[in-house]
């Protein structure tokens, strides 16, 4: 078991990590999260490279003083609408878009009032997505005695130190860009839907994560 933050679609990275532990318990009262930090942003690939999407959050969001349960969304500038605009046009191409935007895009387009609600649906959609074996529960609902904890190795400003290969896969803008790695896990699923799955086991095969 790995203890993490909440994170708004993960990296590739990030679900490395998930699907070799099997159980991850979520710390919803993770407080003072650093600015810039993948609680609230995550990274796609589109036709003029990387682009950061952030959801906007109420309050100031450097070493933010609540907890992560009681985070709130702000509907400052339809962030919304500028975030699915931009999943359809880095992703509208891709083998999978069309099979997964029935369901992603009530959740981008939501009304979620909590930061945790709006991270945790995006989250749902990738497991049953990907049909990815991660069990994912609330950090105080478990016993934490054995697990890891990996809350600030991993969705940070900088690069994580974890031993995880940056595995290459299909993207589909890879002629223009090159592979692109640490990108949310948006990507993976775009482009390679539940076969993603072996990119991920790749990522850790190799090393002893936990």
């Known amino acids: 078991m790995i203890i993490t933050g909440s994170m708004a ?6 679900y490395a ?16 999260l650093p600015l810039r ?3 609230h942003r995550y990274a ?24 992560l349960r009681d985070v709130r969304i702000s509907e400052h500038a339809a962030w919304r609408r500028l975030h699915w605009g931009a999943l359809f046009s880095a992703y509208g191409r891709t083998p999978y878009f069309d099979y997964v935007a029935a369901d992603l895009e ?21 497991v049953d997505f990907m049909d990815l074996p991660i069990k994912f529960v609330h950090a105080c609902d ?26 290459p896969y299909y993207q589909v803008w890879q002629e223009r860009h ?3 790695p640490g990108l949310s896990i948006l990507d993976l699923m775009m482009n390679m839907g539940r076969e993603g799955i072996f990119t991920l086991l790749k990522m850790t095969q190799q090393n002893q994560l936990l």
Not at 17 to 32: F, M, P, R, W
């Open 106 to 126: 009530p959740v981008i387009m939501g009304s979620q009032q909590w930061l945790l609600d709006y991270n945790e649906q995006l989250q749902q959609v990738i």
């Open 142 to 167: 478990v016993d934490l005695t054995n697990a890891t904890d990996l809350r600030r190795a991993l969705g940070g400003k900088k690069a994580d130190t974890l031993p995880i290969d940056n595995v």
């Open 178 to 180: 090159g592979f692109l």
């Open 37 to 39: 930090h993948s609680h």
């Open 17 to 32: 990590a998930c699907i070799k532990a099997g159980t991850v318990a979520v710390d919803t009262g993770e407080q003072h």
């Open 9 to 14: 679609a993960g990296s590739v990275r990030y």
């Open 44 to 67: 796609i690939a589109g036709p003029n490279g990387v682009q950061q999407l952030t959801v906007p959050l109420m309050g100031e969001t450097n070493a933010m003083p609540v907890p």
